[in-house]
C-alpha cells in the first residue's frame, strides 16, 4: 500500500463520498434515492432532487443485455423491468466556491472562484447474477464485481474492479458503507471484506482534472449495491 | 569473559533480520493496517522503489555481583544504521551497518567500532484464497489476511575480528566482527486480526563459522535460535496530523548453542532464555519511532552462576528504533 494512496482513504474520500445514492425495489419498480441514509453520514436522510439531475437509467439482465424500461420522470425517479442490474447515472452539475458560498454554477458563471467541479454520480444495483455482469456496462464511472457478490456471506471477500467509460480505473478509493478500504491498481482491481449481512453499500470515487473551462476538476462517485443472503 | 561474546556480538548478525520493523504500517502512512512489533520481524517488504532508512540503539546493561570484578561487563551499545530498498512488491534488500560498544565494569576493558556489515534478502507472500507473492496494491481488507516473508542473509568480515584490547590481548567477546560471514535465515507470519490488533509470529536461527585469530586462538560461536511471538495493539490515531501510537508487547524465546573454543565446547556459554518486551511505536507521517524495554523473564543458561556478561543475564535492554520510508 502506497503512501499517497493511503493518504487518500484518509482525506479525500471522506470529502468525495458526502451523499450516498441507493436503489430501493419494490417488485420490478426501482426508485432511485439521494441523501446520508446508507453511508451513516450527518445530513438530511433523503434529499429531494430534481428528476433532471438523472442522466441516465438502465435494466439490464443477467447476459449483460439492455431491457427496455419504463421510466418515471417525477421525484424519486423509478425504473420499472425484471432487472439483473438496475443502473442510475446522476449528476448535480457544476459547483464553485466563491467567497459568498458555494454555488451550483460553472466556473465561467460564478464570480470570483476559489475552487470547481463537476459531479458526476452512479449506482448500480445487483438483485441476480450473470457472468456478464463481470464486465462493466461501459457508462460513467462503475464498480464491477469480479465474481458473483450474491453468492458471499459476511467475512468474505469481494473482488471488484472499477471502470469508467469501459477502462480500468487507477487511483479511486473504495469504501465500504463510507469507510475508506482501499484504492485501485493500474488494473481497477481491489478487494473489499464484506463484513455485514444484508445490504452492501460499496462506494468508489476518483477526481480527475477538468479542462473544460467550466470547473478545475471532474468529481466522480460510483455505489454499488446488493444483498447479502442471511 | 567469552561469556559475553554472545551478547556482543548475536545482536550485530540479529539486528539486520529484524530490522524492517514498522515497513507495513509506514507505507500505511501510520493510520490504517497491521502494526509492527519492535523486535520480532513482521511480514511486511517494503514498497516497490521505496527506500528505508533504519537506526536503532538497543543499551544493554548487565546484572554484575561483584563490584571488585574489573572483568565483569557493566553495559553494551549496540548501534545500527540501515538502509532497505524494494525492489519489487515482494522482495526487498537491506544493507545494515553496526556500530558496538562494550564496555566492563570501571577501570576493565572497553571496545567500541564498526563492526561487519550485513546484507538481508526478505522475500513476502500472503495466502489469499491461496499463496502468491505479496502484491503490489493491497486493499486494507488484503493486509489483514495472513502474510509471510521468509528471509536470508550474511555477515561481511569489514569488522576488524583481531581488534585488540587495551592490553594487546584478543577477547573474541570484545571483538568488531566475526571474521568470517556468519549467516542468516528465518520466517515470520503476521496476522492483523481486527483494525487493531495485529499478532506476529518469527522463528529464525543464525549460525556461525569458525575463525582462526591472530593470537592462534579459534572460535565458533553456538548456533542461535529464534522464536518470537508479538501483540500490537493500536492506541490512538489522529487521522488529521496523521498520528498513531500502537502499544507492543513481545516474548523472545532465545537458544545459544554452546561456543566452541579451541575445538572444545566451551563452558559457561549457552542455554535457554525468554524475554518479555513492552514498547511503544509512534507513527508521524512517513516516519516511525519505537521505544521499548526488554527483559529476561525465564533462563536456563548452561552453567548459569558463571555468565555474567552473557544474554540472558541483563538487568534490562532499552530499545530504541527510528525508520523513515521515502
Redesign the interface.
Known sequence: ???P???L??SICASVQAHDLWITRDGSLHTLHYGHERSGHAGVKVIEYKPEQVRQALCVSTAGRELAGENGHTWPVTLKGECAASYFVFSTGYWSKTPYGTKNLPRNEAGMVIDSWLSVESVKRIDAWGAALARPLGLELEIVPLDNPLSLRPGD?LHLAVYSAGKPVAGAT?AYFGH??????ADG?????LRQPGPQLIQASIETPLADGKADRLVQASVLQFELAP | MKTRLLAALALVITTPAVAHHGV?SL???G???PGAPLETSSSATL?QGKWLAYLKLDHAKFRTYDPADATEADYAQYWMLGLGYGFTPWFSAYVFQPYNIKKDEPDGFRSRGFTDLSVIGVAGFKY??GWMLTP?????????DWHFTAYGGLTLPTGDADHRLQDGSIDPGMSLGFGKPGFTYGLTATKQVSDDTTLVFEAGQIRFQKYAYEDGQTMRFGTETRLNAALAQRLMTL?ES?FRVDGNAELNFLRIGRDVENGIKANATGGDMLYGVLGLRLYKD?LSLGLAVKRPIWTDLNEEPDQQGAEGKERYRAILTFSA?F
Open positions: 500500500m502506497h503512501i494512496l493511503l493518504l482513504l484518509a471477500k473504495v475508506p478500504r482501499g484504492v485501485t491498481a482491481r481491489v478487494n473489499i471484506t | 507495513a507505507g500505511a502512512a493510520l490504517e493496517g514498497p489469499d484464497q503490489a496494491n493491497e486493499s486494507l481488507d488484503d493486509l489483514m487521522p496523521r512517513n520510508l
